[in-house]
C-alpha cells in the first residue's frame, strides 16, 4: 500500500515568516510529486510540481525533493495571512499508476 | 481555457436514497478522476477514466456507487443507496496523458458537498 504522510497540523507561523511544510512517501519508484493547496470548503489547486532532487522555486514558494530519504517539502516566504489553508502532498509512481494524496497539514499565518 | 465543471456544488439527501453527480472536464483531456475527500482526510480515488474505458476502479465500492464516462467526455458518479459515511467532497479532476514518466498536475472542479442525515 503506497502512503504519503503529512503533518496534520495546525502549523502556526507569524506574518513575513517562513512556513515549512513536510511530506514522505514510501513508494520508492515514485517519480512525479506535486503540492496543492486547499482553502477551507474549496477543491484543491496546483501549486508546485517537482520531479527531480533538489530545489525548485516559483514566486514565493519553494519545494524541495530528496529521492533518497524519500521526502518532498514546500517552503512559503513571507507568509500572508491569505496563506492560511490545508496543503496536500501528492505523489505519482511510474506511467499509469495514480496519485496518492496525503492527508495534507494545516497552516495558519497569524497577522 | 474553460476548468473543470462540475454540478451540483451542495446536496443533501437522506440515508437510502440515491444521488448523481456530474463532471466535463478540460477540453481535451483524456483522463477523467473522481476522487472522494472526507472531511479532515487528503483525496482518495474512486475511479479513473481514460476516455471512455475505466482504467482504475479498485477503491469504487462497486455495490453502491457507479460511474460512466459516455462517448469519453463527460462522466456522472451514482451512489444507491447512500450511507451515512458518504458524505463527503466530491471532487472530479482531468489531466492531459503524460507524455514521458512526469506526469501533468491535476485540474480539479469546485467539487460537489454531499450530506447525507
Known amino acids: 500500500q503506497k502512503e504519503v504522510e503529512q503533518n496534520s497540523g495546525p502549523l502556526s507561523v507569524p506574518e513575513g515568516a517562513i512556513a515549512s511544510l513536510n511530506c514522505t512517501y514510501s513508494?520508492?519508484?515514485?517519480?512525479?510529486f506535486f503540492w496543492y493547496r486547499q482553502y477551507s470548503g474549496k477543491s484543491p489547486e496546483l501549486i508546485m510540481s517537482?520531479?527531480?532532487?533538489g530545489d525548485k522555486e516559483d514566486g514565493r514558494f519553494t519545494a524541495q525533493l530528496n529521492k533518497a530519504s524519500q521526502y518532498v517539502s514546500l517552503l512559503i516566504r513571507d507568509s500572508q495571512p491569505s496563506d492560511s489553508a490545508t496543503y496536500l502532498c501528492?505523489?505519482?509512481?511510474?506511467?499509469?499508476?495514480?496519485?496518492?494524496f496525503g492527508p495534507g497539514t494545516r497552516l495558519s499565518v497569524l497577522p | 481555457e474553460a476548468g473543470v465543471a462540475q454540478s451540483p456544488r451542495y446536496k443533501i439527501i437522506e440515508k437510502r436514497q440515491s444521488v448523481a453527480f456530474w463532471c466535463n472536464p478540460i477540453?481535451?483531456?483524456?483522463?477523467l478522476y473522481w476522487y472522494q475527500q472526507i472531511l479532515g482526510q487528503g483525496p482518495k480515488l474512486l475511479i479513473q477514466?481514460?476516455?471512455?474505458?475505466?482504467?482504475?476502479d479498485s477503491q469504487l465500492p462497486k455495490d453502491r456507487f457507479s460511474a460512466e464516462r459516455l462517448k469519453g467526455v463527460d462522466s456522472t458518479l451514482k451512489i444507491q443507496p447512500a450511507k451515512l459515511e458518504d458524505s463527503a467532497m466530491y471532487l472530479c479532476?482531468?489531466?492531459?496523458?503524460?507524455?514521458?514518466?512526469?506526469?501533468?498536475?491535476?485540474?480539479f472542479g469546485s467539487g460537489t458537498r454531499l450530506t447525507v442525515v
Open positions: 479532476a482531468s489531466s492531459p496523458p503524460p507524455r514521458t514518466n512526469r506526469a501533468y498536475g491535476y485540474t
Open positions: 477540453s481535451g483531456h483524456a483522463t
Open positions: 513508494d520508492r519508484v515514485s517519480q512525479s
Open positions: 477514466f481514460q476516455n471512455n474505458g475505466v482504467v482504475d
Open positions: 517537482i520531479y527531480s532532487n
Open positions: 501528492a505523489v505519482k509512481g511510474n506511467y499509469g499508476q495514480n496519485f496518492v
